[in-house]
């Protein structure tokens, strides 16, 4: 089993920039494929963005279309930690959002059922 916490929520300004960050707190994350997703209020849960497992070839990122150029996914060096930066904010980015990992370890996995391990969430507000 692997438990991931999420840290980095809160409340910002449309514009600003917030940094969440993933941990797997009993096993390194390093090994396992990650993924961020947001569920918003009275919405499905949204894939936003992926990257591949550290040792990997190349590391793969992937994100939907409405945070491209603006979130960005990486892991630190050791691989366990997954960050998504995130970068002008809008009001629409307004959700909980949820780390995942994925045994999966080949493929862009950008669908809930892709992945076996879920963080609690972290809430991000973005006001006007």
């Given at each position: 089993?692997?438990?991931?916490?999420?840290?980095?929520?809160?409340?910002?300004?449309?514009?600003?920039?917030?940094?969440?960050?993933?941990?797997?707190s009993?096993?390194?994350?390093?090994?396992?494929s990650?993924?961020?997703?947001?569920?918003?209020?009275?919405?499905?849960?949204?894939?936003?963005?992926?990257?591949?497992?550290?040792?990997?070839?190349?590391?793969?990122?992937?994100?939907?279309?409405?945070?491209?150029?603006?979130?960005?996914?990486?892991?630190?060096?050791?691989?366990?930690?997954?960050?998504?930066?995130?970068?002008?904010?809008?009001?629409?980015?307004?959700?909980?959002?949820?780390?995942?990992?994925?045994?999966?370890?080949?493929?862009?996995?950008?669908?809930?059922?892709?992945?076996?391990?879920?963080?609690?969430?972290?809430?991000?507000?973005?006001?006007?």
């Open positions: 089993q692997v438990h991931l916490v999420e840290s980095g929520g809160g409340l910002v300004q449309a514009g600003g920039s917030l940094r969440l960050s993933c941990v797997a009993e096993q390194t994350l390093s090994r396992y990650a993924g961020w997703f947001r569920q918003a209020p009275g919405k499905e849960r949204e894939f936003v963005g992926y990257i591949s497992r550290r040792g990997s070839i190349t590391t793969l990122t992937t994100y939907r279309d409405s945070v491209k150029g603006r979130f960005t996914i990486s892991r630190d060096n050791a691989g366990n930690t997954v960050y998504l930066q995130m970068n002008k904010l809008k009001p629409e980015d307004t959700a909980v959002y949820y780390c995942a990992a994925s045994e999966i370890l080949t493929g862009v996995l950008d669908e809930p059922y892709e992945y076996d391990y879920w963080g609690q969430g972290t809430q991000v507000t973005v006001s006007l």
